[in-house]
């Protein structure tokens, strides 16, 4: 059974640091990887998605890797900014059975 | 505008009303999906499917049903909802292209309380 998990489980950090959050999962027979934020009480917003056969993918201060052998993506944030704090998800599409299984997330909080 | 919606968006029941949570999507996508949201468990998938009169079980289908007779709806039914089922649900929808771009999108949520 697949299994996603994502750390830290939190993490603070000033303002204009760049930095990386990681996302590893068991199963490696996926199509895909997604990157989401999450702001409190909000929707999710989906920031970056990887196909398998890539390497990764970016979006302008975000830079999204996966290693889909070692079972692990990273998301890189440039130049963090406050309203980069929220909490950020991957998730997994399973080659096997369709279903997409979330990692618990990884809540950002830039220090002014 | 491409959008997914859920209705209601904020919803206290009591302990075996039967309820209804619509989801609809305006993207022609074929996958939608349920989800449910709960403090240190994260997002669970309930239910999903890949097309229409086409739906499976995810991780916790357990007390759910869904059913999918048009491609835009997706409803969540809880036949004899229990205070175990409180919790922040989303719908979410893709293009279904598995192995392409599948990039999911997700509705705002709907809170519910089972007293």
Known sequence: KQ????????????????????????????????????????????????????????????NASLDKSSGRSTLYIAASQPGDSATYLCAVEGHRDDKIIFGKGTRLHILP | EAQVTQNPRYLITVTGKKLTVTCSQNMN?????????????????????????????????????VSRKEKRNFPLILESPSPNQTSLY??????????????????PGTRLTVL
């Open chain 2, 29 to 65: 996508h074929e996958y939608m999906s349920w989800y449910r949201q709960d403090p240190g468990l994260g997002l669970r998938q309930i239910y999903y499917s890949m097309n229409v009169e086409v739906t499976d079980k995810g991780d916790v289908p357990e007390g759910y049903k």
């Open chain 1, 3 to 62: 299994e996603v998990t994502q750390i830290p489980a939190a993490l603070s950090v000033p303002e204009g640091e760049n930095l990386v959050l990681n996302c590893s999962f068991t199963d490696s027979a996926i199509y895909n990887l997604q990157w989401f934020r999450q702001d409190p009480g909000k929707g999710l917003t989906s920031l970056l998605l990887i196909q398998s056969s890539q390497r990764e993918q970016t979006s302008g201060r975000l």
């Open chain 2, 90 to 107: 989303f719908c979410a929808s893709s293009p279904g292209l598995a192995g392409t771009y599948n990039e999911q999108f997700f509705g």
